[in-house]
């Protein structure tokens, strides 16, 4: 069983679209992420939520809005897509980070190419 | 500003050798760090989680240091094997509810 799964695996879309990537936890996890890993291979948080709720938003523009139906989904809708959005989208889960030691589980990723 | 910095960026070794990898943070206070591999598409996959309370961990052939007054995290690898060839990024908990990464090590194991 796939303890974090995200769809799709690859996205090519032309620019000015708009797009979703869906995530899935089977862990039990309360808290889920969006990461993003630019060409360098950096990876930097977007968002983090808790239990449906949103905890972190890493001053993302407007057009990307995460939705949580439930504790263990986490999509990102991506409006008017821009050549820069070009990147891997990494969904991840773990329980609330806070004080305490908590091992991330991560999706295996969404290669999203705007053309 | 809290960053989280990895180098070499890339790292070739022949088979069987030991290694060392380097992670360095510029914020003391932190709450733990972890060790990640990401192999080539594929997603992260954490190897080794260290509480700011504990000064290593270790896990098979893996084994991590912390060092908080330093600034630093090593994650040893013995005698190293192809498989072991993907990058390796460091993570850290500064305490505000996400992970800060550094850029990663690119391994590559030579046969």
């Known amino acids: 069983d796939t303890a974090v799964s995200q769809t799709p695996k690859y996205l090519v879309t032309q620019m000015g679209n708009d797009k979703s990537i869906k995530c899935e936890q089977n862990l039990g996890h309360d808290t889920m992420y969006w990461y993003k890993q630019d060409s360098k291979k950096f990876l930097k948080i977007m968002f983090s939520?808790?239990?449906?709720?949103?905890?972190i938003n890493e001053t993302v523009p407007n057009r990307f809005s995460p939705k949580s139906p439930d504790k263990a989904h986490l999509n990102l809708h991506i409006n008017s897509l821009e050549l820069g959005d070009s990147a891997v989208y990494f969904c991840?889960?773990?329980?609330?980070?806070?004080?305490?030691?908590?091992?991330?589980?991560f999706g295996s990723g969404t290669q999203l190419s705007v053309l | 500003k809290q960053e989280v910095t990895q180098i070499p960026a890339a790292l070739s070794v022949p088979e069987g050798e030991n290694l060392v990898l380097n992670c360095s943070f510029t914020d003391s206070a932190i709450y733990n760090l972890q060790w990640f591999r990401q192999d080539p598409g594929k997603g992260l996959t954490s190897l080794l989680l260290?509480?700011?309370?504990?000064r290593e961990q270790t896990s098979g052939r893996l084994n991590a240091s912390l060092d908080k007054s330093s600034g630093r995290s090593t994650l040893y690898i013995a005698a190293s094997q192809p498989g072991d060839s993907a990058t390796y990024l460091c993570?850290?908990?500064?305490?505000?509810?996400?992970?800060?990464f550094g850029t990663g090590t690119r391994l590559t194991i030579i046969p």
């Open positions: 993570a850290v908990n500064f305490g505000n509810e996400k992970l800060t």
């Open positions: 939520y808790n239990n449906k709720e949103l905890i």
């Open positions: 260290i509480q700011s309370s504990q």
């Open positions: 991840a889960s773990s329980r609330p980070l806070g004080g305490s030691g908590e091992k991330l589980f």
